[in-house]
């Protein structure tokens, strides 16, 4: 089966400037995460989406990060307006919540954003 | 507060030597554990996790509740295992499902 997949794979924004990132789960999964990764540190979750819903978005700072999943399939996650701290790779992940573990979740190449 | 503790960033090793990764938590209630592991230049991906008991590439991993620990083990180090590997938590916080949550990582460097 396809993997998840991610797009762009790097992207290179000035502090101030909006950034939205792609993410297409693999196919069935109902369960879709973000996560934020900075350098030296494990991913951090940002935002779990069930189908088109919301599970989780504790950690999301939401003044500047958004995230939807229309009809439960793509995702998209932005950030308006981008801050230095926010440079770090943005993760996103699937899993088979019904059929196969719910624990395996499946990663993306991931997105690497540089704020500067 | 949930918590996964990776103690060292870099762990060095000969091939065929022992390696053991450490992995401490803190988690009121049953936790699941798992191993994340992350070739050069490829996604993370699952290793392996606790209630499997099942043994990959060699490793396994055993959850000691008494002392919230669980160490990656295996006996003969090979250069393939060099990697960054993570521990992860999994529970059931304030009714979400299936959140993970990470250590830092320690990078694995198999010397040949």
């Known amino acids: 089966e396809a993997g998840v997949a991610q797009s762009p794979r790097y992207k290179i924004i000035e502090k101030r400037q909006s950034v939205a990132f792609w993410c297409n789960p693999i196919?069935?999964?109902?369960?879709l995460y973000w996560y934020q990764q900075i350098l030296g540190q494990g991913p951090k979750l940002l935002i779990q989406f069930q189908n088109n819903g919301v599970v989780d978005d504790s950690q999301l700072p939401k003044d500047r990060f958004s995230a939807e999943r229309l009809k439960g399939v793509d995702s998209t996650l932005k950030i308006q307006p981008a801050k230095l701290e926010d440079s770090a790779v943005y993760l996103c992940?699937?899993?088979?919540?019904?059929?196969?573990?719910?624990?395996?979740?499946?990663f993306g190449p991931g997105t690497r954003l540089t704020v500067t | 507060a949930q918590r996964v503790t990776q103690p060292e960033k870099l762990l060095s090793v000969f091939k065929g030597a022992p390696v053991e990764l450490k992995c401490n938590y803190s988690?009121?209630?049953?936790?699941?554990l798992f191993w994340y592991v992350q070739y050069s230049r490829q996604r993370l991906q699952l290793l392996l996790r606790?209630?499997s008991r099942e043994s990959i590439k060699g490793f396994t991993a055993d959850l000691n509740k008494g002392e919230t620990s669980f160490h990656l083990k295996k006996p003969f180090a090979q250069e393939e295992d060099s990697a960054m590997y993570y521990c992860?938590?999994?529970?059931?916080?304030?009714?979400?499902?299936?959140?993970?949550?990470f250590g830092t990582g320690t990078l694995l460097a198999v010397q040949p």
């Open positions: 992940a699937s899993s088979d919540y019904l059929r196969g573990s719910p624990y395996e979740q499946y």
């Open positions: 196919s069935g999964h109902a369960t």
């Open positions: 992860a938590l999994s529970g059931r916080y304030g009714g979400a499902t299936n959140k993970l949550i």
């Open positions: 606790h209630i």
């Open positions: 988690y009121s209630g049953s936790p699941e």
